[in-house]
């Protein structure tokens, strides 16, 4: 049996008109054009599906029952089409994104609500992970795409990133300590305090490392958390000096501290992450572009030109009296 959608729509047209003449204007078809697509409907299922006089069309017990169903999936066809077009339209359906939570907690929250200013009908679920556990779900395809923390160029064959900020670290002091009297403190300071500071899913371990061997400073234990809270009141208490990354994007740290720039400068990353030769679906693609709008509105930051993040940078450039190790 060869039906075309053509000639289903054809027939429940003249079915709910009753009249070749009024379903032809319908289509913009002259009135022959109908006569002959519904009698080839009628050859394709071998049943005759109108009565015809001179004076009206009426529906056979066969075509009316056809009529009925034949309309329902049309409706359901025409209702699935605008579903999925909806969804690809880039402004309602769901996206899901995948991030760690310390940046769930202060950026991503930020984007998400800048998302659904834009495109009130678009969902963006998101799942907390650990750093790891997000570039998994990118490379799976289990999520749309990811927001992780980078301290060095972005390497892989299977996924592409884009950086849309870079965040200075800062030494996270209580005003009253000795560090605080300083406009910057040089990472070799830092040798004679216990350090706090953020776990590896944020990325900020790897900064720690590159600092230390471009620094030429031992390798250390570390108290590793995995929120700006914990690390902020292990600070308050005096267990040691916190090393964070400070700017309106990151949570900041607890009220009663101070934070001073670290020289020379090391910088942490963040960045989108998506499947490397894997087309975004469009709505998936616009949330993309507005998380990194969202970055790039803020007067206080400026955007990362590539998905390689700063490493260091002259402490004199900064014009900023440092504190030196004695």
């Known amino acids: 049996m060869n039906v075309s959608l053509q000639q289903l729509k054809v027939f429940v047209a003249v079915a709910r008109e009753r009249s070749f003449t009024r379903a ?3 289509f913009d078809l002259t009135q022959s054009a109908v006569s002959r697509c519904v009698r080839e409907f009628e050859d394709a299922v071998e049943l005759k599906l109108f ?7 009426e529906l056979t017990k066969a075509g009316a029952s056809l009529e009925r169903r034949i309309g329902r999936l049309l409706d359901e066809i025409e209702l699935t089409l605008l579903e999925e077009r909806a969804a690809y339209d880039g402004h309602t359906g769901v996206v899901m994104l995948a991030s760690n939570p310390v940046l769930s907690s202060s950026w991503v929250a930020q ?4 998302c659904a200013s834009v495109y009130p009908e678009l969902v963006v679920s998101v799942r907390d992970q650990p750093q790891s556990g997000v570039l998994a779900s990118v490379e799976q395809g289990e999520v749309d795409f990811g927001v992780v923390s980078m301290a ?4 892989s064959e299977v996924l592409h990133a884009q950086a849309i900020f870079t965040t200075p670290l800062h030494v996270v002091i209580p005003p009253a300590h000795p560090l605080a009297r300083h406009d910057s403190v040089a990472w070799r300071a830092l040798h004679e305090w216990p350090l706090i500071t953020l ?5 900020v371990r790897a900064a720690l490392e590159l600092a230390f061997s471009a620094n030429e400073l031992k390798r250390r234990p570390l108290q590793e958390l995995g929120h700006v809270a914990a690390v902020s009141r292990m600070v308050e208490l005096g267990l040691g000096v916190g090393v964070l990354p400070v700017d309106a994007y990151w949570p900041a740290p607890g009220v009663a501290l101070v934070s001073r720039p670290l020289a020379p400068e090391m ?3 963040t960045l989108l992450v998506q499947r490397r030769n894997r087309s975004l679906r469009p709505n998936a693609a616009a949330a993309w572009a507005q998380f990194a709008a969202s970055a790039s509105a803020s007067p206080q930051m400026g955007v990362a030109s590539s998905a390689s993040p700063s490493v260091t940078r002259p402490a004199a450039a900064q014009r900023r009296t440092v504190l030196h190790e004695p």
């Open 24 to 26: 032809a204007r319908e």
């Open 51 to 57: 009565d015809r006089t001179t004076r009206q069309v």
């Open 111 to 114: 984007a998400l609500a800048r």
């Open 152 to 155: 060095e160029p972005f390497d």
């Open 199 to 203: 776990n590896a899913d944020t990325g």
């Open 267 to 269: 910088r942490v990353a």
